[in-house]
C-alpha cells in the first residue's frame, strides 16, 4: 500500500471526517544519471558554502529571505506554528458548480481516502452528495511549507483533491503574448470548413489510447545504443501552413480524416493517431501544389501525392499511418514506423490468402 503524503482533517460545515491523501499520479520519464564525459564517474551536486567551498550538512543548511539589506533567517518550526490550522486542517468554505472552474486553475491530482473504517461512513456521505450536486468543494490547506487552494470532488466512487492556481499566478495571456489574433478576419468558407474538420476528427475521450511514444522512443534509444544498435530518427516536423493555402490545408485535412470513418478501426469506432503523430505534410502540400498549377498532371502508378506503388521501406512514417489507416490495422496509433511495416505487410499477406 501506499504511504499517504499527507493526513489530517476535511471540515464542511460542522462536519469533520479525518483523511489521507495519497498521491493519484506517476511520472513515467527516464531517469538519467550525470557522467564526466570521457569517464564513469558521477557527478553529483552538492551543498556548498560559496565562501569557503566546504560542503554543508543539511541539518546545518536554514531558509533565509534576501530584503536586499540583509538576510532574515527563518527555521523550519517557525513556519510550522503559523501554519493555518498548524497544517492539519483541510477546512471547506464553499461548494462551486465544477463546470465554473477553468481547466487553467487545476495542478496536481490526489487520492483522498478516510484514515480509518470508522469514518467510511461520512467519507461516503460527501462522495455521493458531491457527485449527485455535479459540485467541488473550495478549501486550503497547508502541506510542506506551502499553503493550497484545492478542490475536493467525487469521481469514480472516491474524493479526489485537486489543487488549484492562485488567482493571481494565473498571468494574463495579452501581457504575455504579444501577436494574439484580436480582431482577425476569417471567411465564412474558412470557418466552415475548420468547423467540418473538427466534427469529422471529434473522438470519444479514451486516455488508454493515447501513449508517451517519446519515452518510448527514449527507451528504446537507451536498448539500441546498449546493444549496438542504429536508431531510426523521428520525422521532420509539420510545415506551417501559409495563408494562402488555408482553404487547401483544410480541405485536404477533411478528406483525409473521412477516410478511417468509412472502415472499421478495429477499436469499437473511430481512432486517431496519438499526440505522438503528426499529420503528412505532403499530403497537404501537394493539394496546394496542384492548386496553384491549375490542376497539374498526374505521378505514375496514382494521382497527385499518391505512393501507392512505392515500397513500404520508403515511405514516411505519416504515409504509412495513412495506409495503415485505410486497411483498418489495429492498435495503429501506439505503432512505431517499423512496426507499421511489420503490419502493413502482415496484412497484405493476409489478403493475398484470403
Known amino acids: 500500500m501506499a504511504r ?7 471540515t464542511f460545515g460542522l462536519v469533520s471526517l479525518p483523511v489521507q491523501m495519497f498521491t493519484a499520479t506517476d511520472s513515467h520519464t527516464v531517469r538519467f544519471h550525470q557522467l564526466q564525459r570521457g569517464t564513469s564517474d558521477r557527478v553529483r551536486n552538492k551543498r556548498v558554502n560559496e565562501r569557503t567551498g566546504e560542503e554543508v550538512p543539511l541539518d546545518e543548511v536554514v531558509k533565509a529571505f534576501d530584503d536586499g539589506d540583509e538576510y532574515v533567517l527563518v527555521e523550519p518550526e517557525e513556519l510550522d506554528d503559523i501554519a493555518p490550522g498548524r497544517s492539519r ?7 462551486v458548480d465544477l463546470r465554473d472552474v477553468e481547466p487553467i486553475f487545476f495542478d496536481r491530482t ?9 469514518y467510511t461512513k461520512v467519507y461516503a456521505l460527501l462522495e455521493k452528495a458531491l457527485g449527485e450536486a455535479g459540485a467541488a468543494g ?4 497547508v502541506m510542506r511549507n506551502h499553503q493550497y487552494l484545492v478542490a475536493v470532488r467525487a469521481e469514480a466512487g472516491l474524493l479526489t483533491l485537486h489543487t488549484l492556481h492562485w488567482a493571481d499566478e494565473i498571468r494574463d495571456p495579452r501581457r504575455e503574448i504579444d501577436n494574439l489574433p484580436g480582431r482577425t478576419k476569417v471567411t465564412d468558407r ?21 501513449h508517451d511514444t517519446y519515452q518510448e522512443r527514449v527507451t528504446a534509444l537507451i536498448e539500441a545504443k546498449r546493444t549496438g544498435k542504429s536508431v531510426e530518427k523521428a520525422e521532420p516536423p509539420a510545415e506551417s501552413t501559409n495563408v494562402v493555402d488555408l482553404m ?13 470513418s ?7 469506432g473511430k481512432k486517431r493517431a496519438n499526440s505522438g503523430d503528426t499529420s503528412p505534410p505532403t499530403h497537404i502540400r501537394d493539394a496546394a501544389a496542384k492548386r496553384r498549377s491549375g490542376g497539374g498532371g498526374r505521378r505514375k502508378g496514382g494521382g497527385a501525392g499518391s ?22 490495422v489495429p492498435g495503429r496509433s501506439s505503432m512505431n514506423r517499423g512496426e507499421l511495416v511489420d503490419a502493413l505487410r502482415g496484412a497484405r499477406q493476409h489478403r493475398a490468402t484470403s
Open 4 to 10: 499517504p503524503v499527507w493526513s489530517g482533517t476535511l
Open 89 to 95: 486542517t483541510l477546512e471547506i468554505t464553499g461548494f
Open 110 to 118: 490526489y487520492f483522498l481516502g478516510p484514515k480509518g473504517k470508522e
Open 138 to 141: 473550495i478549501a486550503t490547506f
Open 190 to 210: 474558412e470557418l466552415k470548413m475548420a468547423r467540418q474538420l473538427v466534427d469529422t476528427l471529434r473522438i470519444d475521450w479514451k486516455p488508454e489510447d493515447f
Open 248 to 260: 487547401d490545408a483544410l480541405r485536404a485535412s477533411v478528406d483525409r480524416a473521412k477516410k478511417p
Open 262 to 268: 468509412d472502415q472499421p478501426s478495429g477499436h469499437g
Open 307 to 328: 505512393s501507392k506503388g512505392a515500397s513500404l521501406d520508403t515511405l514516411t512514417k505519416a504515409e504509412l499511418y495513412r495506409r495503415a489507416t485505410e486497411a483498418s
